[in-house]
């Protein structure tokens, strides 16, 4: 899960024309939504990198689905659950979901302080008005595009598993169901990959060393340093992994038996620091 910021504040055309407007109205009185989502899929698509905004899955085939932040219907399973039927076309209560994340969280949506109402708004209005609600409500869930810095209270263990202190990033993780087991497998092989990426060269490093070649030995980690980096960008399946990694290095470090381990930590270290300093420059 990952802080998106691509979602400008402008309602694509589709959103924005007097038939829409029309069915709105009408949908105050009957409180349904019939509403026909294929354009909206393709712009959420674009805005969300092909990907879920929760578990950063990437969508294939027909995988995609679009998840209302606030229900738009309730459900007489769910406690304490409430209908935002106002809020059904309102662009900025729609992201893009994988099935499964969807499927778990359903029509979930706890708060902590009192529930928003309608209270006449027009439609135009009700497009970005999710950070008001949410000063209303205080909602346990989090909207990875209008909620901020939550990404440095996630965390990642050996196992692959999302943990917090956070009470709104354990909800999200306990509402989606974050620690499945295929999304477990998929960060555990981003790991996986990257230690072993490192342990395949870390022998030829040695080599360098041993020629009194510090130097030769620091860039061919920086090279894989630099190229794991690279797909930690937000554009990237499960990049948040790849993040956490970079910025929690020594942690990192602690969950393999590595050989020659002193060796390889100073490497890696000294590799990121190289890395650091390019960036700054």
């Known amino acids: 899960m990952r802080e998106l910021k691509s979602r400008k504040q ?6 924005d024309n007097d038939k829409l407007r ?8 009957n409180k349904e939504s019939n509403l026909d989502y294929k354009k909206a899929k393709e712009d959420l698509e674009a805005i969300h990198y092909n990907k879920c905004v929760y578990c950063e899955s990437k969508f294939k085939n027909d995988y995609m689905e679009i998840e209302h932040y606030r229900p738009k219907k309730s459900d007489k399973n769910i406690q304490n659950s409430y209908a935002y039927y106002w809020l059904y076309i309102s662009f900025e209560n729609l992201i893009a979901s994988c099935k499964k994340c969807n499927l778990k969280k359903k029509n979930s949506f706890d708060i902590k302080k009192d529930r928003a109402v309608y209270q006449n ?11 008001k609600y949410n000063e209303i409500e205080k909602p346990l869930l989090i909207h990875p595009e209008v909620d901020e810095n939550f990404e440095k209270d996630i965390k990642i263990n050996k196992l692959a598993e999302l943990e917090s202190d956070s009470e709104r990033v354990i909800y999200t993780i306990r509402t989606c169901n974050l620690n499945r087991e295929n999304l477990k497998e998929a960060r555990g092989v981003v790991i996986e990959d990257f230690k072993r990426e490192l342990e395949d060269i870390l022998s030829i490093a040695i080599d360098f060393i041993e020629l009194d070649k510090l130097d030769r030995a620091i860039d061919i980690f920086k090279a894989k340093i630099d190229k794991f980096d690279k797909k930690s960008s937000i554009e990237n399946e499960y990049s948040f992994v790849r993040v956490y990694i970079l910025e929690n290095i020594d942690e990192f470090l602690d969950w393999f038996d590595i050989k020659d381990r002193e060796i390889f930590e100073d490497l890696v270290k000294l590799s990121l620091e190289e890395a650091r300093i390019e960036k700054e420059s």
């Open 22 to 29: 029309d069915r709105f109205i009408k949908n105050l009185t």
């Open 121 to 131: 708004e027009p439609l135009d209005d009700l497009h970005f008005i999710t950070s």
């Open 10 to 15: 402008v309602i694509p055309e589709y959103f």
